[in-house]
């Protein structure tokens, strides 16, 4: 345990000197103030006012940008390494595949969240400030769905980079993973599933399997319960689940989709050929 804390705390001082972890940080700083600027939290839409109403579209913006600077990051991390010959120093050291494994997980995970609930922290304390009413149950369950989102995609980050023998074909893994992932957004390939006479339980749960699809249903289920805006397809999710039940599959689901990807990654990585 010792050596995964210390290799944990090594790859976020690490990171915290690198150059893309301070343009992440100010991405996200500069969207809360971007959207104060634009007096978003003096808006009302949907019944939605003050903060909710920032929350709201701070998390809509998180959805897009988190994934792929959480992919794109940290697909360099193994095969980074391998490329640079740090596998070969790090087996000279008492360090133990499982503790720099799970400790640059665990380090890469502190890294990528703190700046995206900073920042949101940041709107809260300004809220505070100017007297606004705080919603504290949006906050709450927004952090828990952005951290459950980066869990989920720091898995599968690692996991592509156990896989891809260098950082270019890591990279170009990474975007196509993304990219094939947002063609599942809003239930688009529905209509395609449907029209080939699947049934419409298996052509959601097929949509479903996608965690940002997930994430992307449960933050409009905090302003539509109903799920309005996906037409029929919400009756088919409503009625399997109920909403508060789908609220923490969406927080559970990502997590699991995430550690069952990283560990995949591990028990490849420790079967490999590392130099």
Known sequence: ??????TAWTDVIESLRARWFMVYSLVFGG??????AFGLSESRIMGFTGLSRLLVTY??????????????????SVAGDREAGVFEYMLSLPVSLSSWFWGRFLGRFFVVFLPVFLAMLGAVIWGLVKGSEIP??????????LMSLA??????????STLARSSDVAQGAAFLVWLTLLLFLDLILLGVLIQERLPPDTAVAIALAN???????????????????????????????SVEGYIAWAVL????????AATLGYF????SDLP
């Open 1 to 6: 345990m010792k050596h995964l804390w210390l």
């Open 31 to 36: 969207i809360v103030v971007i959207l104060f």
């Open 59 to 76: 998390i809509q913006l998180s959805m897009a940008i988190l994934p792929i600077f959480v992919l794109i990051t940290t697909v360099r």
């Open 136 to 145: 504290w149950n949006l906050f709450v369950y927004y952090s828990a769905l």
């Open 151 to 160: 869990w989920c995609f720091l898995g599968i980050g690692m996991l592509i």
């Open 211 to 241: 965690p940002l699809q997930v994430f992307r249903t449960a933050t409009m289920m905090l302003f539509d319960p109903q799920l309005v805006l996906l037409g029929p397809t919400a009756f088919v999710i409503l009625d399997r689940f």
């Open 253 to 260: 689901y990502p997590i699991l989709f995430g550690s069952v």
């Open 268 to 271: 490849l990585f420790r079967r």
